[in-house]
């Protein structure tokens, strides 16, 4: 944090954006001990039993692609002064305690989804992304640290969220899952245009909660 304080500023503040993960980090600094506060201010209140910062036992195993192959990654340990840009360890059911709370929340965290920062296709509130999908908002973020990959959204108008966790680094579906849920939920036409590639290696059966057809 003493050398990000040296950094030379790329502009004014409030005037530019740039994604930054030790801004979040001194960000969190501020609290003071960050994993106490972390446990007893959303943790505990949220009964999110299964989530904890660093390398719980039992923790899945997490995997990157080579040449068509899972090969396992060993995971890094964030819990030190990088804690707040991505050290929680949680489930997909915990995850949804927090998106429930989330939704239900009204004027400070709400404030967090509003944009600030114009950036063409998207905005940017205080830590979401901000983009429409077929005129509903959709408050989003993901993220990849090696051998894992998540994202969640946020659709308030509609009182819905999403959780996607994956145990593999950088996973393809992570840049569609967002449109193929909200699609499969809210709209009557999910399927979306293949242009002229061949996808005949892909035809087959799929089963998946979010769908409501066999493909």
């Known amino acids: 944090l003493l050398a990000a304080s040296r950094a030379e500023p790329w502009g004014e503040l409030g005037e530019d954006w740039h994604y ?10 501020l609290v003071g001990d960050y994993a106490a506060v972390l446990q007893a201010e959303l943790l505990d209140p949220l009964g999110m039993s299964h989530s904890s910062l660093g390398l719980p036992e039992g923790m899945a195993t997490g995997y990157r692609i080579q040449d068509g192959q899972p090969i396992p990654v060993q995971p890094r340990d964030l819990s030190g002064v990088l804690a707040p840009a991505g050290a929680l360890t949680s489930t997909a059911d915990d995850m949804l305690l927090w998106v ?3 939704l239900a929340q009204e004027g400070e965290v709400r404030q967090t989804w509003e944009p600030v920062h114009d950036l063409g296709p998207m905005s ?4 979401w992304m901000v983009v429409e999908e077929g005129g509903v908002t959709v408050i989003e973020h993901g993220g990849n640290i090696e051998g ?23 996973a393809p579906l992570q840049a569609t899952v967002r449109s193929l849920v909200v699609d499969a939920m809210l709209g009557d036409d999910w399927w979306m245009p293949a242009g002229q590639a061949d996808l005949s290696d892909y035809v087959g059966r799929y089963d998946a909660a979010f769908i409501r057809d066999t493909l």
């Not at 930054?20 to 600094?29: C, E, L, P």
């Not at 959780?163 to 680094?169: C, E, G, I, P």
């Open 20 to 29: 930054n993960n030790v801004m979040v980090a001194i960000a969190g600094s």
């Open 100 to 102: 429930q709370w989330q």
């Open 124 to 127: 940017y509130g205080m830590g």
């Open 148 to 170: 894992f990959s998540a994202h969640v959204a946020l659709l308030p108008q509609e009182d819905m969220g999403l959780v996607w966790m994956s145990n593999v680094m950088a």
